[in-house]
């Protein structure tokens, strides 16, 4: 199976890469520029495509995430600190971005001969994000055999929609992911802040996973009273 893979050049998608490379079923990389404010995070996915050898495809979806407003992802808003799972980072969403990029690399995938596309959506984000959740997966990989219905058969793949972000790091270690090659924070700065939802989210992965985490942290410990306060609040 050739499999096209969405790839932001964070942990969960490039550790997919490698996942889908070890069982040869890797065939290209998609990325997407949609105006997002850490897109230092394209370069680690390039860099992914040519440490595994296969053609990297960026799409500027730039002008269409400037409509995209409100989030602060694309916006001059605050990234909040914290749990990864609290209210406040609904402002982390970007209107149906897993619905327009999944759609396009769909395009890409039929016109290049591809059997699937794969994207690294799990269960860590079901809670934030709609375009996460198995009822949307489910919902578009229906969509896109009709979309497509005559002229191509393309699969979607997503293994870890049922599964946490803990499963990711250990199946990415298994298949020799270089975390240290991958970004993950919001904020983009020059380091991981160590105190985004997503850098918690990291942090903690690692550490559910018993893996050592090799990710520079301008606030390595943060995490730990993030987790703890998330744990009371919802108690």
């Not at 995070?41 to 409100?70: I, K, M, N, T, Y």
């Not at 939802?197 to 559910?208: D, I, N, P, S, Y």
Request: hydrophobic share 45%; glycine share 10%.
């Amino acid at each position: 199976m050739h499999t096209a893979l969405v790839c932001s050049g964070g942990l969960d998608s490039v550790s997919l890469a490698h996942v889908l490379a070890s069982q040869g079923r890797l065939s290209r990389i998609v990325s997407f520029d949609y105006g997002q404010r850490h897109r230092k995070e394209l370069d680690f996915a390039r860099a992914c495509a040519l440490r595994l050898g296969v053609p990297f495809h960026l799409v500027d979806l730039s002008g269409l995430g400037a409509a995209l407003s409100g989030s602060a992802l694309t916006d001059d808003l605050a990234v909040p600190d914290g749990h990864y799972a609290e209210e406040t980072m609904r402002v982390t969403v970007v209107p149906n971005r897993n619905a327009i990029m999944l759609t396009v690399a769909f395009g890409i995938a039929a016109a290049t001969g591809d059997s699937a596309v794969a994207a690294a959506v799990h269960g860590g984000d079901h809670f934030i994000y709609p375009d996460c959740r198995p009822g949307f997966t489910d919902a578009f990989a229906a969509m896109q055999r009709a979309a497509l219905e005559g002229y191509a058969d393309v699969a979607l793949d997503v293994p870890f929609v049922h599964r946490t972000k803990a499963d990711i790091v250990t199946a990415g270690a298994a298949a020799g992911t270089p975390f240290a090659q991958t970004w993950s924070c919001y904020k983009g700065g020059a380091r991981h802040c160590g105190r985004c939802g997503t850098c918690v989210e990291r942090r903690e992965a690692f550490h559910l996973a018993g893996v050592a985490d090799p990710t520079e942290y301008d606030d390595a410990d943060f995490w730990q009273a993030a987790v703890a306060a998330h744990a009371v609040g919802g108690a």
